[in-house]
């Protein structure tokens, strides 16, 4: 006989079980034609689990009991829904697989609870109700997504699960010590960061205003941000103050988005930039909450935020840019980290601070520059961010003119200020 499992299993499978049945009978209430609910659901993860026990080693009585279980619910299908209205069926087509599925499913329960971790029959239970009580936000959602998108996500997942593994792992140069799986895994890591807040602000449009807005156009790009934000604020003088306020907050996460990607490839490194950052962030976040306060304080109220006008992250367009840059900028890391050391480094961080940072920090987090030390590099890091913010105080003035900006531009280039010296205080650490 089968080591029976402790009484902790059997109750957890009945309150799975219960859960499961009340949800399932609650969505389907209006009509009661569908088999299943708050009785026979923990009839039937009884039934598994104790088939399961039964033969636990060839799984014999278990199948026989699913293949009893399918076998029912196709004989009820076929009796009782083939000449039922569409109307009668909750709006469903008659032939929907919600139903059955989740009738095995609660057989399969059984099974589950009593044989792998307990961790394994939650997730289960709780991702089968979400799914089948979420049908209508899932239709909805599925019907905003635009088929190029849906073509765009499949191309990632062939430069992810296709293309990714067959990259050498070894340098194929001497003038770099960065791998091109190194490279191809560094423009996949910042290309997912970017395509979940596009993919929030394309989906969900958040309706809280400029400030909420910019927080997901930070953890895209902080400088795309700042030109939408800049250009709106121009074009709406009544919610500058508002539209100015989300610019430094961009800035802010930006901070934060640079912590995650250096932790991804690099923790010590992380580690070694964590307080920096995080003080900036909050310093930036604190400034925006200013701005805002201020201009509530002149009557400015928060309207309806649409996503800003921004290019798929994914398109290959735009990671064959990516990708270009982070080579370009590998060779000429390594080779300037040779030649002149920390300050042309330094330097050059600078120089690249007016572009794109996010190939610059990654080739760094990579060894890109493995003949300085771990401070030199944070420090480089930290005064790249700081010129960028200097660019972004630019496109501020450019972009929505001199009157009203000012603050913002204030806050732009205290954070840089605070972060250059942060970041010399580090390099001579």
Known sequence: MPELPPLFSFALLLGLSFFFGLAFEEFYAPNQLRPGGIRTFPLLALAGGMLYLLDTAHLAAFIAGLVVVGAWLTVFYFVRLRGLPEAEDGG?????????????????????????????????????????????????????????????????????????PLLPNEPVTTLTSITPHQAWLALLAVCTISYASYLVQRLIAPREGDLWMAVLGGAYSSTATTVALARRAHAAPEQAGNVQAGITLATAIMYLRVLVIVAVFNLPLARELAVALLVLAALGVVAAWLQYRRARGKGEAVTESKPYAQRNPLELPTAALFAGLFIVISLLSTWVAAEFGRTGIYVLAAIVGVTDIDPFVLNLTQGGAASLSLSAIAGAILIAASSNNL??????????????????????????????????LLGRS
């Open 92 to 164: 469903d087509s008659k032939s929907t697989l919600m139903v059955p599925l989740c009738n095995l499913q609660a057989y399969l329960l059984g099974a589950v609870t009593l044989a792998l971790p307990h961790w394994v029959a939650v997730a289960l239970t709780v991702a089968s109700v979400l799914l089948f009580t979420g049908r209508d936000r899932l239709h909805a959602l599925a019907h905003q997504v635009q088929i190029r998108e849906i073509v765009v996500a499949g191309q990632f997942l062939i430069l992810t699960g296709i293309v990714l």
């Open 391 to 424: 660019l972004k105080a630019g496109y501020t003035i450019a972009f929505s003119g001199r009157r009203g900006s000012a603050p913002t531009v204030a806050a732009l280039l205290t954070l840089a200020a605070l972060g250059v010296a942060a970041g010399l």
